[in-house]
């Protein structure tokens, strides 16, 4: 079975410039979620998709974060314009329903780095 | 924020058990305390869950305090490919609830 497969695996951007991350999900996983790692902590999860609705949002930073998850597989998230505190491993993760935590499969993540 | 507290670092000789201690003085009794580990440059991957009863799987086992206050991680044999962070989490088995990390233990396994 394929893993959660995860582009680009590293990018570096300047302050101010845009960035977008792909994520495609394991086959037949309805929840999606997508995660920042920053140095030295855990993962914080940022967004959780069922299908292609958001679940959870609350820590989205909404005004300059979006995602999207179009037909319920594929899923992209944005930074427009990036920070300097943006600089964090992004994760993607899916799980065949959204309630059992042992069923979340993470991706390698994407580095992002922010000039 | 993270209600479970973990040291932030220890050691263990290949070959021998790992022990991960973790507190969770706070857990009420729905809650579940689940092991996750990430290896470098990796993702976070499932290691094993429990609510009151001893577990365990082909990775590990789980050791609960009857007052489920702590729990202990145990990695039988270590081996080098055990190197990593170890999250200790406590969450409800339930619906949407998110997974919250915390710092972790950064376990090295010594030749």
């Known amino acids: ?115 | 924020d993270a209600k479970t507290t973990q040291p932030t670092s220890m050691d263990c000789a290949e070959g021998r058990a790992a022990n991960l201690p973790c507190n969770h003085s706070t857990i009420s009794g729905n809650e579940y305390v689940y092991w996750y580990r990430q290896i470098h440059s990796q993702g976070p991957q499932y290691i094993i869950h429990g609510l009151k009863n001893n577990e365990t799987n082909e990775m590990a086992s789980l050791i609960i305090t009857e007052d489920r206050k702590s729990s202990t991680l145990i990695l039988p044999h270590a081996t080098l490919r055990d190197t990593a962070v170890y999250y200790c989490i406590v969450r409800g088995n339930f619906g949407n609830e998110k997974l919250t990390f915390g710092t972790g233990t950064r376990l090295t396994i010594i030749p």
Request: charged share 20%; aromatic share 10%; hydrophobic share 35%.
């Open chain 1, 1 to 115: 079975e394929a893993g959660v497969a995860q582009s680009p695996r590293y990018k570096i951007i300047e302050k101010r410039q845009s960035v977008a991350f792909w994520c495609n999900p394991i086959s037949g996983h309805a929840t999606l979620y997508w995660y920042q790692q920053i140095l030295g902590q855990g993962p914080k999860l940022l967004i959780q998709f069922q299908n292609n609705g958001v679940v959870d949002d609350s820590q989205l930073p909404k005004d300059r974060f979006s995602a999207e998850r179009l037909k319920g597989v594929d899923s992209t998230l944005k930074i427009q314009p990036a920070k300097l505190e943006d600089s964090a491993v992004y994760l993607c993760a899916s799980s065949p329903t959204g309630g059992r935590v042992e069923t979340q499969y993470f991706g390698p993540g994407t580095r992002l780095l922010v000039l």
